[in-house]
């Protein structure tokens, strides 16, 4: 008994439209009521019903929707429907806000349930997929076109990817290094404060530690006890630092078109100076193994090409960590453990799937693409890196078995790294503030609207279902790396939340937009090595050029770092996110709260790098993604 008003919101990509008919149904505690509509959903669009309905449907429960067609059978993307009920005895119109966000297939009854009510309703359908042993599990498609409609690309991110695909291709062998920094790389990228800044505000600033001892791996020859000295010296007052590329020895090398490729498992000593440049003290390329000689240390005194042969050596080690541990494994690879384990345990009305989903946009399908074409075999790591052919997915599988929950946990990682309190550790004080806006903005706002106390998480099976289904399924057992297997507290909830989001969006920023920036000039970080590391100090230029990648190899290095790097159009910004899943105005000021405050830190970071001689970009917000989509 009322007055109905009735929006259908269609979605704006191509393709978004059917030529189907939508029939709606209006279901509430009383009785249901089939609306005498049949439209046809137009692209972009909004379309508006009112009807008078004599029967008392009572509190409006969902609407029920089916897509019937002819001849034609063509998806539609359903952004949302919204009704307002004006009913005889109420004074004013209620608005309610049945989100779906969907490709809506075939032509069967599909519900839609609004967020004021506790409902369970379908589990969109995802399965798990070892893609290799030892690697945390993925969503089972073997291509993209395996993926479920709702996880591909919309029509014109395919188009721009493939397209820049070819063009990253066609063009990389005439890159001209007109961009700012990558220009600024080749003009500095042999400084050893250039370098060290590398590790602490570059496009990897995960490996940097400040150390607590002196690395057993590093012998001190004898005649070196000034160097000895020195680390001791550095180490006493706080300011003696390391970068170790263990996890890399022992790893084969790749064989590139019949022709043997080299890889070291470096590690360099830093110390901090008081104006904040981080200058590396020595370089071991290789750790020592009994029945060798002890291997060598590289100093800045060396002669000028020994020194920066080392150096490149690091930088190379570091690109391989960088790609693969840092970026794709605890990036890619986790956001997307998330997305299946939400996919597969939370229902589509589910506070938390509300909250998270939106930061899982186009994740499946970029991680389906890296394996089908980046590390798959003969795809480019195969062709052009050195941990390639194989090597490289036993440094997934290495570097996925020492994978903690502390480290992606950003501010217990870089406490555990004691990098706390270094001013001149930009990305350290970025994360910091965004971690904190995360949790105290956006998550706990969210979760404390929705629990009312830990009782209610603890009760909450869905929930504690898709915890285990992260930490027992799709990480193969990580409670024993510190991941969670129940929540206890609201608390407990809100920080695994912030790692979530985090990891989906700031971390990802950090490790990815940088790319392009540092590896456009390839001796600053080369992909390749096609001669043995240095044992000896007397090294020539031919020998440098001779370790250097090849054109093509440093082509494809360029095009890929560009892909991979470059700004994405109709990107959905952090805290931004398109869908509209939470209603009512408490979850609605939770979100103008959290835009608030990284309003504030964009201004933050702006005014920071006006007086910086480099400026650090990659964690602004206005260039922070809200998902891994690239
Ligand atoms: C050769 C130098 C490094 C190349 C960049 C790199 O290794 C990046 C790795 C980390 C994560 C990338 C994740 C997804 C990329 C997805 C698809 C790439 C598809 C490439 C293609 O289709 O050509
Ligand atoms: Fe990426």
């Known amino acids: 008994m009322g007055r109905y008003r009735v929006r259908v919101d269609t979605g704006n990509f191509v393709f978004a439209a059917s030529a189907n008919q939508v029939q709606l149904w209006l279901v509430g505690h009383h009785s249901e009521a089939k609306l005498g509509l049949w439209f046809h959903p137009a692209r972009g669009q909004m379309e508006d019903f009112e009807v008078d309905l004599k029967e008392d449907l009572g509190p409006l429960l969902f609407v029920k929707l089916q897509k019937i067609h002819l001849l034609l059978k063509d998806a539609w993307f359903c952004n949302h429907i919204t009704v307002w009920v004006s009913e005889k005895n109420m004074e004013e119109e209620q608005e309610i806000l049945f989100p779906c966000y969907r490709w809506v297939q075939g032509d069967g009854i599909i519900c839609l349930f609004s967020d004021l009510l506790i409902f369970h309703s379908m589990v969109l359908p995802s399965s798990w997929n070892t893609w290799r042993k030892g690697l945390p599990l993925t969503v089972d498609a073997m291509t993209e076109k395996d993926l479920p409609l709702d996880m591909r690309f919309h029509e014109d991110k395919k188009i721009d990817f493939v397209g820049a695909e070819l063009q990253g291709i066609e063009s990389s062998g005439s890159y001209d290094l007109s961009l700012l920094l990558p220009e600024r790389v080749c003009e500095s990228w042999k400084d050893d404060d250039f370098f060290g800044y590398q590790f602490l505000n570059g496009a990897n600033p ?102 920066l042969l080392a150096k490149i050596w690091v930088k190379n080690s570091d690109l391989q960590l960088h790609e693969l541990q840092a970026h794709l494994l605890k990036t890619h690879l986790m956001a ?30 970029i991680n389906t693409r890296a394996r089908t074409s980046l590390i798959s075999e003969g795809g480019i790591f195969d062709q052009v890196t050195n941990t390639g052919g194989g090597g490289h997915l036993d440094i997934l599988r290495r570097a996925t078995a020492c994978l903690t929950y502390r480290s992606l946990c950003l501010p217990n990682d870089l406490a555990d790294r004691g990098l706390l309190g270094i001013p001149s550790a930009l990305y350290v004080h970025d994360v910091l503030r965004l971690w904190d806006i995360i949790f105290s903005r956006y998550v706990q706002g969210i979760v404390h609207l929705h629990y009312s106390g830990d009782k209610d998480v603890q009760d909450d099976s869905e929930l504690q279902a898709w915890c285990r289904e992260i930490t027992e399924i799709g990480l193969g057992g990580a409670q024993d790396r510190g991941f969670p297997v129940s929540f206890k507290s609201r608390a407990e909830l809100c920080h695994f939340l912030t790692m979530c989001i985090f990891t989906s969006s700031a971390q990802h920023s950090a490790v990815s937009q940088g790319q392009q920036d540092w590896y456009t000039w390839v001796p600053n970080a080369p992909d390749t090595m096609r001669q043995p590391p240095p044992t000896t100090k007397d090294v020539t230029l031919e020998m440098v050029m001779a370790t250097m990648p090849k054109v093509y190899q ?46 504030i830190l964009e201004r933050e970071i702006v005014a920071r790098n006006e007086g910086l001689d480099l400026p650090y970009e990659y964690l602004l917000p206005s260039r922070i993604e809200n998902s891994i989509t690239i």
């Open 554 to 599: 440093s082509c494809l290095q360029i095009a890929m770092t560009w892909l991979l790097s470059r700004v994405q159009p109709n990107r959905v910004l952090l805290g931004y996110p398109k869908e509209e899943y939470f209603s009512g105005p408490e979850s609605k000021a939770v979100l103008s709260r959290f835009q608030e405050d990284l309003d």
């Open 206 to 307: 995960t490996m940097l530690r400040r150390s607590t001892s002196l690395p057993t791996r590093l012998v001190i020859p004898p005649g070196a006890e000034e160097l000895q000295t020195q680390l001791e010296r550095k180490l006493q007052v706080g300011c003696l630092f390391e970068a170790d590329f263990s996890l890399l020895d022992g790893i084969q090398p790749n064989v590139i078109q019949g022709e043997r490729q080299y890889l070291a498992a470096p590690l360099v000593m830093f110390k901090m100076e008081p104006d904040g440049k981080l200058l590396p003290m020595v370089i071991q390329l290789q750790p020592p193994c009994s029945g060798s000689p002890v291997p060598p240390l590289f100093l800045p005194s060396d002669p000028s090409l020994t020194w």
């Open 336 to 365: 997307e453990v998330f997305a299946v384990a939400t996919m597969r345990c939370l229902s589509g009305m589910h506070p938390i799937f509300k909250l998270l989903v939106p930061h899982f946009r186009y994740t499946m399908e």
